[in-house]
């Protein structure tokens, strides 16, 4: 799950980029790997920095200092396609037929037939793994299409309604094209999110467009509005346009950004993150009584696992008439562990980030609630942990079913094989992960907790859950060939080719600008889409200057 921001700035004179790299670290829980910005300066040039790792190691104020202008976009990676070579770091950038940056969350499922028509008819190169350069060259092919020096609105609508009819997959994206303006769009499901939000600047508005709202609340952008399924919105300094880019099709946002991927401060599609992981932790409570009814049994306290599982947690406890206790003390500077590449890193980071105390646990009976268990690891990890400090029996309660399928639409979870419940009961699981006893949210109870903030939303993608794919396309075939691309054991051998072929793993050959090695690049716009004096005239006086 990456994170996009876009920020355009009603006066051209201000510099967006210190806004930017301060919403992108509300949107770090989407993606650790990478991070990237760029602006779009005078005379329509583009100025980038990103690389690997953490916002706040990327970029310092010399680096930031370095990106000019009053439009911008960046992105925060968790990569789902290729490797976690910063060659692939966001956003990406083409300069035929236009000037475009290009960020992108989600994953496309048809990558093998769209490179083969770039190679065999676009003739356009791709030079990483990445699907997100695909599809902004999908775009850029579309757009080279209109045939026209300059390009307007209704170009851009024609060019985005081509590339939807040939891409498959989840794609929420924001674009940025040179000395003319953002564009904002969603794929037909609106499996991934992406909204935007205006506050007023001068005699006009600023915009933001942004995964999650948390990041318009938190820059006083005010009115936020999702884009809707299947639809694009351009924002320049004269005007917003939206337009349904791609035919009606099955709303179906991902359920479990709920579960654990958005921060629960954001509203997303019109449902409070927060409320919707009460009413799990609710849904839950009603589920483990029965169960701890039915077998005989008793708990002693409720323990979260921080941190996404607090809010739920505590509301089970309430429901349940049981203490809740913060039973696990978290390392602040350890970030999300499920987000990090390689078992390896996964499993040593739980060890490293969560601490279990002796004082909650000794001689208890506890019930453990985390948001959801998918490869196990953090469940592992605790459960023993718990077991060491002195637990008498170690209950744990999911806020989300059994995962057994993998997610084709930007959550890594590419290969059944680590899934922990894939093929598993809930004994089976049990044992696996050491627990006493597992207790695991129905799927109807997880989509109604879900659902009930806004009923208009009939289905959720829950193919995590179900292995039923609202695009469609993914059979066994396309199963096996993920699995055989990106399962834990064939990415680490992936990574050092793509390390062999690069040199040392520096992705662009460019000046080095930024903390942590980021690199920053500044580059001259030669072709933009509009420059004629009537279209978009607010810009063109900044460009032309
Ligand atoms: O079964 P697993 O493969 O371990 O995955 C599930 C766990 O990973 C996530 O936590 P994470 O540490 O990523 O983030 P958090 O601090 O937001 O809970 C999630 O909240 C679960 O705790
Ligand atoms: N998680 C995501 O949204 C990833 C975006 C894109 N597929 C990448 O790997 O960079
Ligand atoms: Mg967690």
């Not at 301060?22 to 040039?45: F, I, M, N």
């Not at 769009?185 to 001068?202: E, K, L, M, Q, Y």
């Not at 483990?288 to 406890?317: C, F, G, H, M, Y």
């Not at 879900?450 to 075939?477: H, L």
Request: some cysteine.
């Amino acid at each position: 799950m990456c994170g996009i921001l876009g920020l355009l700035a009603h006066d051209p004179s201000l510099d967006v980029a210190p806004e930017i790299v301060e919403g992108l670290s509300l949107l770090q829980h989407r993606g650790q790997d990478a991070a990237g910005v760029v602006t779009c300066g005078p005379k329509g040039r583009f100025f980038q920095v990103k690389a690997n790792g953490m916002v706040r190691d990327i970029f310092d104020a010399a680096s930031v200092s370095k990106l000019i202008g009053g439009m911008g976009i960046g992105h925060v990676r968790y990569p789902t396609a290729g490797s976690f070579n910063n060659a692939e770091a966001q956003p990406f950038y083409v300069n035929s037929p236009y000037g475009i940056c290009f960020a992108h969350n989600g994953n496309l499922i048809n990558t093998e037939s769209l490179l083969e028509f770039m190679d065999e008819e676009a003739h356009r190169h791709i030079n990483t793994a990445s699907d997100s350069e695909l599809l902004l060259n999908i775009f850029a092919y579309n757009l080279q299409l209109t045939g026209k020096f300059r390009i307007n609105e209704e170009d851009i609508f024609t060019a985005l309604g081509a590339m939807v009819k040939q891409v498959k997959g989840a794609y929420a994206c924001v674009a940025m094209l040179a000395g003319f303006g953002l564009i904002a769009f969603r794929d037909p499901n609106g499996i991934r999110p992406v909204g935007v939000a205006t506050r007023p600047s001068g005699s006009g508005k600023d915009w933001i467009i942004a995964s999650e709202s948390i990041v318009a609340d938190a820059n006083g952008f005010t009115d936020w509005d999702d884009v809707k399924p299947g639809e694009a919105i351009i924002i320049t300094r004269n005007r917003v346009t939206r337009r349904q880019i791609a035919e009606p099709s099955t709303f179906a946002p991902d359920i479990f950004e709920y579960v654990y991927f958005a921060r629960p401060d954001s509203v997303m599609d019109g449902i409070s993150v927060y409320r919707s992981r009460m009413a799990m932790g609710d849904a839950l409570a009603e589920k483990v009584k029965q169960v701890l009814q039915e077998k005989n049994l008793t708990i002693d306290v409720v323990i979260p696992v921080p941190d996404t599982s607090r809010v739920a947690a505590l509301n089970l406890a309430q429901k349940l008439g049981a203490p809740y206790r913060e039973g696990f003390i978290k390392n602040r500077y350890v970030g999300r562990t499920f987000i990090m590449p390689g078992q390896q890193m996964r499993k040593k980071n739980v060890r490293r980030k969560l601490n279990a105390m002796a004082l909650e646990f000794a001689d208890k009976h506890v019930l453990i609630v985390d948001d959801s268990i998918v490869r196990g690891t953090t469940s592992k990890e605790i459960i023993q942990m718990a077991k060491d400090v002195g637990a008498k029996k170690v209950y744990v309660a999911s806020c989300a079913p059994p995962i057994r399928y993998p997610n084709v639409y930007g959550i890594d979870m590419p290969s059944r094989k680590e899934l922990v419940a894939h093929s598993k009961d809930e004994e089976a699981i049990a044992e696996s992960i050491g627990a006493d006893l597992v207790i695991f949210q129905t799927l109807p109870d997880l989509v109604e907790s879900v659902r009930q903030w806004n009923p208009k939303i009939s289905e959720f993608d829950c193919s995590v859950f179900t292995g039923k794919y609202v695009t469609g396309g993914v059979d066994e075939a396309y199963l096996e060939h993920l699995e055989s691309l990106r399962a834990d054991n064939v990415r680490g051998k992936l990574h050092l080719s793509t390390l062999l072929v690069q040199g040392k793993g520096d992705g662009e050959a460019v000046g080095k600008g930024g903390a942590n090695g980021a690199t920053y690049q500044e580059k001259s716009t030669v072709s933009s889409p509009t420059n004629r004096k009537d279209d978009n005239v607010g810009l063109h006086n900044s460009f032309q200057t």
